[in-house]
Nanobody
């Protein structure tokens, strides 16, 4: 079992930045691909970014490309999501997820975190 705990969310003004963290514990010896998702109010959860275990390959959804950066520090069992130039429409709960491959983590993740709220005020 792997436990994922997100942090770093909060209230931020338009144009601001946040760095979200996702700390993994438990069976962290497995080489998981990781992903960040967001779920805005009354909308379905959607993918934001993925990163392979090595960190050598990343993917970003078109709508956020250029404003987000996903990274990881395997020594700390932590994955990060840097979000810049925040917009009101970025307001959502952000979740991290883990999966054995990028395909798994984007379709049926093995593990989910509980989410962290990001609210962008204008």
């Amino acid at each position: 079992q792997v436990q994922l705990v997100e942090s770093g969310g909060g209230l931020v003004q338009v144009g601001g930045s946040l760095r979200l963290s996702c700390a993994a514990s438990g069976r962290t010896d497995s080489k998981y691909a990781m992903a960040w998702f967001l779920q805005a109010p009354v909308k379905e959860r959607e993918l934001v970014a993925t990163i392979t275990w090595s960190g050598g390959s990343t993917y970003y959804v078109d709508s956020m490309t250029g404003r987000v950066t996903v990274s990881r520090d395997n020594a700390k069992n932590t994955v990060y999501l840097q979000i810049n130039s925040l917009k009101p429409e970025d307001t959502a709960v952000y979740y991290c997820a883990a999966g054995s491959t990028v395909l798994v983590v984007t379709t049926q993740p093995d593990y989910w975190g509980q989410g962290t709220q990001v609210t962008v005020s204008s």
